[in-house]
Every structure is written in C-alpha cells, then in structure tokens.
C-alpha cells in the first residue's frame, strides 16, 4: 500500500486526511473491498456531452463494463419507508428503474463465478507471449524526444529491493506508452517528465516539456461517514469478520470455496458527487518524494448540505429496522440532551413514526461532526482529466496527452467528471475503452 497524506485542512476539523492507494501489480483491485457496482448512465453520457469526448456515452461504455465481467433487511425496509424509491433486482441496467433503487449490490465477476482483481482477470490466467511485467520498480519519467513519448525511465523500488542499486535505466518504446500510475501517480509521472502547471515544475526544478495547467488539478474522491448502530446480536452480520473471528472465518472461508457464496460472497456499502476539488502534484524530481497533496475534502459547503442531509435520511431508515437496538453514540454527531434529535431511541420505531426534527444547533453539531470525520471512500479520481484543454484537460477523447505525441493515460485519472458508484467498475471500462482505442490506432482489433 502506499499512503498519500494531504495537507490538514480547516474544512475536515484542521486534520491531515489519508488517502491509501495500492502498491502491487493489480494496483487497487487488489487490495480493494471488492464492493462493485456501476456508476449512473447518466455520469458516462457527461464526459461525452459536456466535455466533447465522443465514444464515452453509457452506450459505448456498457459494453466495456461487461466484457470485463460475466444486508437483505435493509433492501426490504428500504421502500416501505421511501414509497417513492423503488426494489429492484437488476442494479446493473443503468437504466431509471435501476438508479435511485434498494438493491443489493452486483459484484464484480471474474469467468469463473467470482469476485476477481484484474492481476488475476487478465494477466495470471492468461498466457500472454509478449508481456513482461517488472514488478517492484518504480517510474520515474517518460522519456520524450522532440516532443514524441519514445520511453520509459524507471528503477528498482529500494522500499521493495532494499539494496538494489538506484541507478535508472530505460525502456524503448516502438508505438506508444501508456501511463496508468492511476489518479495518485499518473500526474506526478507526468510532471517528472515535464508535463504540467509551470510554476509547479519549475519549484521541482524540471525543465518544462509541455505545458498543461489541468496536471493534478481536480481531484476528487467520494466523502466516508460511517454512522454505526447497535443490532440484534442473533441477526448475522460481517462484524465477527471485522473482528476477525476465527471460527467466521473459517466458516466463510469454506462456503466460500464451495459454491462463492457466504458471509465473503457479500457487499458491505455509496457514492454521491462531491463538489469539492483538490489537487496532487510534484514537489521535487525525487520519484519517492510524497507529494503536494490537498484533497479538498468539504472545502464546498455543498457537500456538507449533502452529507447533513444523508445523516438524517439515513437515520432515519435505520432507526425502523427491526434490529435496530440504539444508535452507538460515539460514532454520531454530538446533539444537546434536551433536543429532539438526541439519540435515545433502543428500539425500532414504527414505519409511520414522525421523522426527528432537528434544530439549528442540531445541523451545527452534524455538520462539525462530518467535518472531523469526513474519511477517503479510496475514489479518488481525476487529476488528467479528459476535457478540452481550455478547460483544464489534460487528455483527449483518445486518451492522447497534449502536445506530445504517442503518449496516453488510461486508468481513472482521467474521468472529467464524477461517477456514483465504487470507482472500480469505471477503471475496468476505461482499461476496456483504452485497449480498443489503441487496438484500432495500431491496426488490430479486440
Ligand atoms: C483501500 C481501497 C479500497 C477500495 N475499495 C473499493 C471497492 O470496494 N469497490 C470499488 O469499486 N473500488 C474500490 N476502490 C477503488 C478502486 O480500487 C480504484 O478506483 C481502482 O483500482 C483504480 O484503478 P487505476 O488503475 O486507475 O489505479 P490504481 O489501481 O491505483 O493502479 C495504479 C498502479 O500504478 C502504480 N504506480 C503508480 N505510480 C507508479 C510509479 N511511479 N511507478 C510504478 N508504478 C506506479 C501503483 O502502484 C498501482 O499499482 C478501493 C481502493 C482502495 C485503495
């Protein structure tokens, strides 16, 4: 794993917020939760409308999305209280009856049934005669000549190989090279190799090969805030696989093995569109240098009204579960004893009970209570943008950095937009999407 840790921040109660990235072949799929689900129809046809990227519509996504794949309480409660939110089996339509449903969430599937990370999806399992993967080094430019991306300078990785040598060495690329550093390393590979804002490489002390100001810029994430409850104990959750149970485990483990199924076969959690933006750049030429991070996190007091109003929505719901036992209070906003929204209640209420109405004091103390707790939901996102270039792009509709010539960025560094959803669907469509793009630019098919 590697761990990005931002500058602090008034708006995040003056905290320095953590955001994880992982360090492996299989980057995040790997080490990732593997909740999957796929972003809204709707989020796709914006980087195709509102940023000009022809080809990156839901139409043209979908199929990406499944060439890559082959808490039941809540789910029925959930539009009993919420009439006007529909049930729905199919959440992977992303068609109106499905967005905006209850709906237990689909998972990745690997062609075997399973869950699956893309190291296994598409390189352990095939037996592919002209890859070779380097694991364990460390990029630290692309090389470009007379304004075309003709290599890669890497070294081996000394927190991995801890004595190897530090000297960097080469590689030659043909056609292309592609960076997919993800939306933590793409733009700091990038403004190694003199692509970025000016004065940023120039306080890095690199001589600027392209200038894109939108390098790094506008990053994103979606806000965590987890508001936990008491529970039934005879109801069976993931907590003992939490707390790492070794009976649970080993239980889950062999239903898991049997027929994919189990506590292991389950999905835990929600995106939103934030508003807020922060950015991640170079601060000197050292590639293990940690980067100038901000992740802006509620610096929009937009997404403090949005995540206020979650808070109540969704205690709303929980409180009438029936195995609901209490709200646990440490994990809430602090409220005044004598205010209606002070967490009393250890039991469930009725479906038809009034909602809680919360006081202005009461919005203080859950918007202070969001601010210092506010966490990654590890989404981050967009820092090369795919956007026209006045408007602060760094990649076009090809994936074709600009101003030089055969270098792309593919990973989720490059949405121009937000999705609403875990944003591990989205880097499979974009890996897809990338690979027909250069299949086609090369003269093959897929
Ligand atoms: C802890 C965690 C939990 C998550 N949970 C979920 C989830 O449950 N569901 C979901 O949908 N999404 C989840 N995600 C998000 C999802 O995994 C990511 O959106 C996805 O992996 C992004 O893919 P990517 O290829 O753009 O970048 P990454 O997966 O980050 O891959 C980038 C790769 O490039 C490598 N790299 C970067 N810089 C360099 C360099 N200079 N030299 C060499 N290599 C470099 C990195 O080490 C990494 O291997 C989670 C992410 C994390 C970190």
Redesign the pocket.
């Known amino acids: ?2 761990f990005y840790a931002s500058q602090a921040s008034e708006h995040v109660g003056g905290r320095s917020v953590v ?19 796929r972003p809204a129809a709707s989020d796709f046809d914006a980087w195709e409308k509102d940023y000009g990227n022809v080809g990156w519509s839901a139409k043209d996504l979908i199929p990406m999305l499944q060439k890559g794949q082959i808490g039941k309480e809540f789910i029925e409660l959930g539009p009993k209280f919420e009439k006007d939110r529909p049930k729905t089996d199919e959440a992977n339509a992303l068609n109106v009856e499905s967005i905006n449903a209850f709906h237990a969430m689909p998972k ?1 599937i690997s062609s075997d049934g399973r869950r699956s990370d ?1 190291a296994h999806h598409y390189i352990y399992q095939k037996h592919i005669a002209n890859l070779s993967v380097f694991d364990g ?4 430019r692309v090389v470009i000549e007379n304004g075309v991306a003709v290599g890669v300078e ?1 070294l081996f ?1 000394k927190r991995i190989y801890e004595s190897s040598p530090q000297d960097t060495r080469i590689v030659k690329a043909r056609k292309l090279v592609i960076v ?7 733009p ?2 990038l403004e ?1 190799s003199g692509i970025g804002r000016k004065d940023v490489l120039q306080r890095a002390g690199i001589p600027v090969v392209v200038e894109i100001p939108g390098v790094g810029e506008n990053y994103q994430d979606h806000a965590l805030i987890i508001t936990p409850s008491l529970m039934d104990p005879a109801v069976e959750s993931l907590n003992p696989l939490f707390r790492g149970d070794p009976e649970t485990w080993a239980k889950a483990l062999e239903q898991w093995e049997e027929d994919g199924s189990g506590l292991l076969g389950n ?2 959690f929600d995106g939103g569109y934030p508003e807020s933006r922060g950015h991640v750049h170079i601060e000197s030429s050292d ?1 293990y240098a940690a980067p100038n991070f901000l992740a802006g996190f509620l610096s929009s007091p937009i997404d403090v009204a949005a995540l206020r109003w979650a808070y109540k929505k969704g205690r709303e719901l929980t409180r009438r579960l029936p195995s609901f036992r209490g709200a646990f209070d440490m994990g809430h906003p602090q409220f005044s004893h004598d205010s209606p929204a002070a967490l009393k209640d250890t039991a469930p209420v009725s479906l038809e009970a009034a909602n809680i109405v919360y006081t202005a004091e009461d919005d203080l103390a859950i918007d202070t209570y969001m601010r210092q707790n506010v966490e990654t ?5 967009g820092t090369c943008a795919m956007k026209p270039f006045d408007q602060g792009g760094v990649v076009d509709s090809q994936l074709n950095v600009y101003g030089v010539k055969n270098l792309k960025v ?4 490059i949405p121009p937009s937000n999705v609403n ?7 499979i469509a ?2 897809e999407k990338a690979a027909a793009i250069i299949a086609h630019e090369l003269g093959g098919c897929l």
Request: proline share 3%; hydrophobic share 35%; net charge neutral.
């Open positions: 794993m590697q955001v994880p990235s992982g360090r492996c072949i299989g980057g995040g799929s790997s080490v990732n939760f593997m909740l999957y689900n990745w893309v080094c460390l990029v630290n890497y990785d997919s550093g993800g939306a933590m390393g793409s700091l590979i190694r999905n835990g590639p939901a590890w989404h981050s996102l593919a990973d989720v560094s959803s875990n944003t591990y669907s989205t880097a974009i890996g």
